[in-house]
């Protein structure tokens, strides 16, 4: 396996989270998200994922990308340890927030996004920051909000072992730290976050110990 990806991205990060927790180690290949423009919209690069968005798998000659995608594959690929539970309604719920995170929350925060409301638009920093504080913001207290409505409160987000809802929130709240994203008010959240990052799997899917990594 061939693992494309970048330090920073919140998209990289689950897969990461994914492997280690799978016992996985592909080959990495850095693709630099700002370096001459961005790597990720060379023509090499778009070969391979035409969307020009990090991560892409590389499998035996099969291209996957997406991580949530990627994630499930990986799941149903190595069965243990489970990343989703066999229980269908559950199954559903821990979907949703995971969704929550990378369909609504994520994209907001996304480089080209912040790109175009700094290049296009002509906002400065102060601005994108403040965007990204407030959309993350809005929907991390949604999430907390759907685990209050569960019944049964473990460690992490569904129960007492990590899965795909943890593998998403984690990157997502290390962005809200980065954004300057009062969390203070997110109690099981930050519960769940120092959870994770007990764990090896979590801790070294970090940004900072990464290879691509940069200050």
């Not at 949703?96 to 925060?109: M, S, T």
């Not at 685990?147 to 460690?155: K, S, V, Y």
């Not at 809802?165 to 976050?193: E, H, K, T, Y």
């Amino acid at each position: 396996m061939k693992f494309h990806g970048y330090f920073r991205s919140s998209a990289a990060y689950r897969c990461r989270i994914a492997f280690n927790l799978k016992g996985l180690s592909p080959d990495f290949a850095s693709v630099h998200l700002r370096r001459g423009g961005g790597e990720q919209k060379s023509e090499v690069y778009r070969t391979l994922n035409p969307q020009g968005l990090v991560p892409a798998l590389e499998v035996d000659g099969l291209v996957l990308t997406q991580s949530l995608a990627i994630i499930e594959w990986l799941d149903e690929t190595w069965a243990e340890p489970p990343l989703l539970p066999a229980d269908k309604d559950l199954r559903a719920r821990v979907r949703a927030f995971a969704q929550a995170i990378a369909c609504d929350i994520h994209p907001l925060q996304n480089l080209r996004v912040l790109a175009y409301l700094k290049e296009e638009l002509g906002h400065g920093q102060d601005v994108a920051d403040a965007w990204c504080r407030r959309w993350i913001g809005d929907g991390l207290a949604a999430c907390e909000a759907l685990l209050a409505r569960e019944e049964t409160q473990g460690d992490f987000c569904f129960g007492d072992a990590p899965g795909l809802a943890d593998i998403c929130l984690v990157p997502q709240m290390f962005s809200a730290i980065r954004f300057g994203v009062n969390i203070s008010n997110l109690p099981r959240l930050g519960a769940i976050l120092a959870a994770c990052e007990a764990l090896p799997a979590f801790a070294d899917a970090r940004p900072d110990r990464q290879p691509d990594a940069e200050a």
